[in-house]
């Protein structure tokens, strides 16, 4: 049978089917303009990843924007707010004020990011790989990792690390919970204990640490968690102690003091100065009193918190973010915003520093004569 043809003057809307090829069209465009969308993210995500693997790059040819990456540690620590703070004075983004008119005294062009991160161990790993330009880093973590020893026996040695600067020295805090009974380390015996986050400097030192004080690391309840998750945990009675090495105060353990949660346990006697004999970047040092409320001068032990980088950063770089760094219009901004900016200081930047120092940074010290040949 012949098909009926449809009067000639009926519309095409009209037709049967019509609304149905429409629909299916507008489908197919649809899908073919996710799919472009699809692909053009991917490309710009692995130019980006391409871009931000090879460190520093330019966010436009006109204004030069250097962007470099500081990696710190737990927000809630001071590393964290320290990275801020380097971030801060040695960055000028392109069309800041001049220094002299009350501008940032930093690196023209340089926009310089902090990144949270598990701590020292994951810091040394990243810098020397290339994910990050830069980190704060324990002294005796870094001198682990730039020779192939101790958490890193198993690892090549990573010898393009390189010193910008000592900048404060830390300390070894071990905060107990009010009621645990816990007065000295040796008490931590059969206690529970966060460690700090593996990857992190504060595990590595915990667990010498109470070796040294007889402490049987097999039959230890303790927990792998970083010290905003162990002062929760310590909150909900979860918790008996934990370790954390920062400069002090450090805002979350003085909040815990400050709600009558929490007290500081003193690191002291033979043992404590058998684990600095061990670890020679160790000092005995005291958190004087008052710099956490009602808490009285306590005994422990100290280490310089390193900023770091690795050999291939270029030398002009490094050596305009050290005299940013040091320079006496930034000391200001460094003393208000945490305690330990007041220790930032060229002078001592240069002590037990315990791997090279990187040219653009040495270039600084031997001109001011802090260094000598």
């Known amino acids: 049978m012949a098909r009926s043809r449809p ?17 299916a069209a507008a489908v197919r465009a649809n899908k073919e303009r996710v799919a472009y969308v699809c692909l053009g993210l991917i490309v710009l995500g692995v130019l980006a990843a391409g871009v931000l693997r090879a460190g520093l790059w330019h966010a436009d040819e006109e204004n030069q924007a250097t962007f470099f990456r500081i990696a710190t540690g737990a927000t809630g620590g001071t590393y964290f707010r320290m990275g801020e703070i380097l ?7 392109p069309g800041s004020d001049p220094c002299e008119l009350g501008g940032r005294c930093g690196v ?5 990011v902090v990144k949270g991160s598990p701590g020292s161990v994951a810091n040394v790993r990243n810098v020397a790989s290339g994910i990050f330009e ?3 880093v324990q002294a005796n973590v870094l001198d682990a990792a730039y020779r192939g020893t101790g958490v890193f026996e198993d690892e090549a040695p990573r010898e393009n690390l390189r010193v910008i600067a000592n900048l404060y020295p ?18 931590l015996a059969g206690k529970r204990v966060a460690i700090g986050s593996r990857g992190s400097g504060t595990w590595a ?51 815990l003091i400050l709600r009558e949660a929490a007290h500081l346990v003193p690191i002291s006697g033979t043992p404590a100065q058998e684990f600095r ?5 160790y000092e005995g040092m005291k958190i004087l009193e008052g710099t956490y409320p009602g808490v009285p001068e306590i005994e422990t032990i100290g280490i310089g918190a390193m900023w770091v980088t690795r050999a291939e950063v270029p030398g002009t770089l490094v050596y305009e973010m050290t005299r940013s760094l040091f320079d006496e219009r930034n000391a200001d901004a460094l003393q208000r915003g945490h305690p330990d900016g007041a220790h930032v200081d060229a002078e001592t930047a240069v002590r037990a520093v315990p791997i090279p120092f990187h040219p653009g940074a040495e270039r600084y010290y031997f001109e001011k004569g802090i260094l000598v040949r």
């Open 7 to 23: 009067p000639r003057d009926q519309k095409d809307s009209e037709r049967p089917g019509f609304w149905l090829r429409v629909r």
């Open 87 to 93: 971030a801060g004075v040695v960055s000028s983004p």
């Open 108 to 112: 023209e062009g340089l926009i310089a």
């Open 134 to 136: 830069s980190a704060l």
């Open 170 to 187: 830390e300390a070894l805090h071990l905060v107990a919970a009010k009621g645990s009974g816990i007065e000295g380390v040796a008490d």
């Open 205 to 255: 030192d915990a667990r010498s640490l109470m070796a040294v004080y007889g402490i049987n690391l097999r039959r230890q309840p303790f927990t792998e968690e970083d010290p905003s998750r162990a002062a929760e945990m310590l909150l909900a009675g979860d918790l008996d102690a934990f370790f954390m090495i920062t400069g002090a105060p450090a805002s979350l353990i003085r909040t």
């Open 277 to 281: 004999l061990k670890n020679a970047y």
